[in-house]
């Protein structure tokens, strides 16, 4: 459980920070700001503000593979 938990946390933490760099770069260049580091800012703000929440969803995604995995790992034997 804590194996499929992990994967699933580290992979959200990756998409919100990716999603959170390229919404910044986006609007940093229609502003004219060039130089906003925006993986820097996406990254804090995922630490700052989303990171309980990515945590639940990645514990519901979990709770929700895990059976899922089970049921496949019986109908393989």
Do not use: D
Not at 1 to 10: A, K, Q, R, T
Not at 27 to 47: C, D, E, M, V, W
Not at 49 to 61: F, K
């Amino acid at each position: 459980l804590g194996f499929l938990w992990s994967v699933e946390f580290i992979c959200a933490c990756q998409q919100m920070v990716v999603a959170g760099a390229v919404a910044y770069w986006y609007f940093a260049r229609q502003q004219g700001n060039r130089n906003s580091a925006p993986i820097r800012k996406a990254y804090q703000h995922l630490t700052l503000n989303h990171l309980g929440s990515v945590a639940l969803g990645a514990l519901v995604i979990t709770l929700v593979k895990l059976p899922r995995l089970v049921l496949m790992y019986i109908t393989a034997k």
